[in-house]
């Protein structure tokens, strides 16, 4: 059973800094890209930051030199560090597995709630 589990949500001021992580189940992440995406109350979900196989990395223009995305294959866990936090921030945090093996499939995390204080 492919599971992923987040976990580095909280409560945090405004300039503040949280690290969210997410480990996934081995027989999916060597060959999936790896994201993190939020919903804030009453929008939709949102791609925050997306880390490829190959290390390659794109982030969402809200979030670009704030945020960074990482991988650990040898865990096989990604990373979103948050710096600069703003209370705009503020959403459930999901972690997502876009799987390119034999077929295409996304995983999704059970998500992590952000608070950023102003």
């Known amino acids: 059973q492919v599971q992923l589990v987040e976990s580095g949500g909280g409560l945090v001021q405004a300039g503040g800094s949280l690290r969210l992580s997410c480990a996934a189940s081995?027989?999916?992440?060597?060959?999936?890209?790896m994201g993190w995406f939020r919903q804030a109350p009453g929008k939709q979900r949102v791609l925050v930051a997306v880390?490829?196989?190959?290390?390659?990395?794109n982030y969402a223009d809200s979030v670009k030199d704030r945020f960074t995305i990482s991988r650990d294959n040898a865990k096989n866990t990604v990373y979103l560090q948050m710096n600069s936090l703003k209370p705009e921030d503020t959403a459930v945090y999901y972690c997502?597995?876009?799987?390119?093996?034999?077929?295409?499939?996304?995983?999704w995390g059970q998500g992590t709630q952000v608070t950023v204080s102003s």
């Open positions: 997502n597995a876009h799987f390119l093996g034999l077929y295409t499939r996304d995983y």
């Open positions: 081995e027989s999916i992440f060597s060959s999936s890209a």
């Open positions: 880390v490829a196989s190959g290390g390659s990395t």
